[in-house]
């Protein structure tokens, strides 16, 4: 009896001490730090309309803007059935398919141009795979059966970044942040950061903040409030195929910048 239980104990060891799953925590791990930490200094203000100054920097006037706790819990409730039902068991596929791909598992340290060189793949890779994959999303057939319930909100908090339909969250969400670091062959700390960059970015683009010092929200931030063009994340495919056009004539676009200095307000 002692001899199963110590057997028993052995194997739920070796189960957490194994590649698989520490990958798969870490990387999981490093998306809600990302989504959850990035998000909540946002909806701080969002809920409460402190600190005052942050409140001046909001992309859309007042009455497009008024975060309410249903909201909140909304976004959760869709948050939680996808991470559950979709995001781990894709996470143990994906271990799988770096596996496959022959991407290093080991948490070594890359050499620095060889990490600056695959960030930079990855970003490009990701550009395109998210701009074609949301421009189909707005296709007829796939918006109002799927991307409909992301653009519940024409004036997004930071949380909604990640609020989508199930196919939504694998085809867009889940599939263009982690077809980069595979197709590159990241190793797994490369991926890591990768993914880190991908969601706080793409919160931030969702926050409606245009903070000093943060990429511009503006960009996408049109398109909640719009419903159409600028389908990219650098905005480079939405220039060559000429979908950001309507925002190059907006106010918006004359504020898409990176603001340096307290004064330079997005009003």
């Not at 309309?49 to 992309?59: A, D, E, N, S, V």
């Not at 949380?159 to 196919?167: C, D, F, G, N, R």
């Given at each position: 009896?002692?001899?199963?239980?110590m057997a028993?104990?052995?194997?739920?060891?070796?189960?957490?001490?194994?590649?698989w799953?520490?990958?798969?925590?870490?990387?999981?791990?490093?998306?809600a730090?990302?989504?959850?930490g990035?998000g909540?200094?946002?909806?701080?203000?969002?809920?409460t309309g402190?600190?005052?100054w942050?409140?001046k920097?909001k992309?859309?006037?007042?009455?497009?803007f008024k975060?309410?706790?249903?909201?909140?819990?909304?976004?959760?409730q869709?948050?939680?059935?996808?991470?559950?039902?979709i995001?781990?068991p894709?996470?143990?596929?994906?271990?799988?398919?770096?596996?496959?791909r022959?991407?290093?598992?080991s948490f070594?340290v890359p050499?620095?141009?060889?990490?600056?060189?695959?960030?930079?793949?990855?970003?490009?890779?990701?550009?395109?795979?998210?701009?074609?994959?949301?421009?189909?999303?707005?296709?007829s057939?796939?918006?109002?059966?799927?991307?409909k319930?992301?653009?519940?909100?024409?004036?997004?908090?930071?949380?909604?970044?990640?609020?989508?339909?199930?196919?939504?969250?694998?085809f867009?969400?889940?599939?263009?942040?982690?077809?980069g670091?595979?197709?590159?062959?990241?190793?797994?700390?490369?991926?890591?950061?990768?993914?880190?960059?991908?969601?706080?970015?793409?919160?931030?683009?969702?926050?409606?903040?245009?903070?000093?010092?943060?990429?511009?929200p503006?960009?996408h931030d049109?398109?909640?409030?719009?419903?159409?063009?600028n389908?990219?994340v650098?905005?480079?495919?939405?220039?060559?195929?000429?979908?950001?056009?309507?925002?190059?004539?907006?106010?918006?676009?004359r504020?898409?910048?990176?603001?340096?200095?307290?004064?330079?307000?997005?009003?």
């Amino acid at each position: 009896m002692l001899t199963d239980k110590m057997a028993d104990i052995s194997g739920l060891v070796d189960f957490f001490k194994s590649e698989w799953f520490r990958n798969t925590t870490v990387l999981s791990t490093t998306l809600a730090v990302a989504y959850f930490g990035t998000g909540l200094l946002f909806l701080i203000p969002d809920l409460t309309g402190k600190p005052i100054w942050m409140l001046k920097y909001k992309t859309q006037p007042p009455q497009n803007f008024k975060v309410t706790g249903d909201d909140v819990k909304k976004v959760i409730q869709q948050l939680t059935f996808n991470s559950l039902a979709i995001h781990l068991p894709f996470m143990f596929l994906y271990y799988h398919l770096q596996v496959w791909r022959g991407c290093d598992q080991s948490f070594k340290v890359p050499a620095p141009l060889h990490f600056l060189r695959d960030v930079a793949l990855c970003i490009l890779i990701e550009e395109i795979a998210f701009y074609y994959a949301h421009r189909i999303l707005h296709s007829s057939f796939m918006y109002k059966r799927y991307h409909k319930v992301h653009h519940e909100f024409t004036a997004p908090f930071g949380l909604v970044s990640a609020y989508s339909h199930p196919v939504e969250f694998i085809f867009s969400n889940l599939g263009t942040i982690m077809t980069g670091p595979l197709v590159v062959g990241c190793d797994v700390v490369t991926t890591s950061v990768v993914f880190f960059l991908s969601v706080a970015v793409t919160v931030i683009h969702h926050s409606g903040y245009h903070l000093p010092l943060l990429p511009s929200p503006e960009f996408h931030d049109y398109h909640h409030l719009k419903f159409t063009g600028n389908y990219g994340v650098l905005g480079v495919l939405d220039w060559l195929h000429g979908t950001d056009k309507q925002f190059r004539k907006s106010k918006q676009s004359r504020r898409h910048k990176v603001i340096f200095f307290a004064r330079e307000t997005t009003g």
